[in-house]
Nanobody, 114 residues
Framework: QVRLVESGGGLAQPGGSLRLSCAGF????????VGWYREPPGNRRELVAQ???????KYSDSVKGRFTISKDNDKNTVYLQMNSLYPEDTAVYYC????????WGQGTQVTVSS
């Protein structure tokens, strides 16, 4: 049974930072494409960043230069370091892992507000 567990969300001030973690169980991230998606209030879920099995990174234009995706294969965990946060980064952030099929985590709330 595959399970993705996100953590690290919370409240941050504009210009602040947060780091999200996605731990995988029952799936090997070394062999998977793992992505972070977000769903702002009233909007559709969108890709934020993803990292391939060979550690190739991809970012949406809205976060390029501010967010960094990385992974630790030994811990089977993918991270999203979010810097210079804007209020418009407020959303529920989801982790998705793809290997033969896609799996989603339960989501973690990120709120950027003063």
């Amino acid at each position: 049974q595959v399970r993705l567990v996100e953590s690290g969300g919370g409240l941050a001030q504009p210009g602040g930072s947060l780091r999200l973690s996605c731990a995988g169980f029952g799936i090997v991230f070394r062999d998977s494409i793992v992505g972070w998606y977000r769903e702002p209030p009233g909007n559709r879920r969108e890709l934020v960043a993803q990292i391939s099995g060979s550690a190739e990174e991809k970012y949406s234009d809205s976060v390029k230069g501010r967010f960094t995706i990385s992974k630790d294969n030994d811990k089977n965990t993918v991270y999203l370091q979010m810097n210079s946060l804007y209020p418009e980064d407020t959303a529920v952030y989801y982790c998705k892992a793809a290997y033969l099929r896609s799996y989603w985590g339960q989501g973690t709330q990120v709120t950027v507000s003063s």
